[in-house]
Nanobody, 127 residues
Framework: QVQLVESGGDLVQPGGSLRLSCVMSGFSLAPYAITWFRQAPGKEREGVSCLSTSDGMLYYADSVKGRFTISRDESKNTVYLQMDNLRPEDTAVYYC????????????????????WGQGTQVTVSS
């Protein structure tokens, strides 16, 4: 059974840093990609960053470029999202997700491509 478990969310002051973790288990084949999404209250789910194993590319939303870094430790089946210089607008529930069937890397930000989701971890940026 495929399972994604996020952790690392917390309350942090503006300008601070957090590292989120997504531990993956139950995969019979390596996923095409692992992506971080976020959803703030009253807003649509937004793609934040993607590690695409199909083409070896890293993708970032414009709003987080230069501040967030996605990485992977294959030995631990874990994907990380290092978040630096956090802003109040980064406040959201953060989810990791992977596709199982259809994969279109240049549409990595589209939730419709993803089949497996974690339960989410809350990030709050506030003074």
């Amino acid at each position: 059974q495929v399972q994604l478990v996020e952790s690392g969310g917390d309350l942090v002051q503006p300008g601070g840093s957090l590292r989120l973790s997504c531990v993956m288990s139950g995969f019979s084949l390596a996923p095409y990609a692992i992506t971080w999404f976020r959803q703030a209250p009253g807003k649509e789910r937004e793609g934040v960053s993607c590690l695409s194993t199909s083409d070896g590319m890293l993708y970032y939303a414009d709003s987080v470029k230069g501040r967030f870094t996605i990485s992977r430790d294959e030995s631990k089946n874990t994907v990380y999202l290092q978040m630096d210089n956090l802003r109040p607008e980064d406040t959201a529930v953060y989810y990791c997700a992977t596709p199982f069937g259809l994969w279109i890397s240049n549409e990595w930000y589209s939730p419709r491509l993803y089949d497996y989701w974690g339960q989410g971890t809350q990030v709050t940026v506030s003074s």
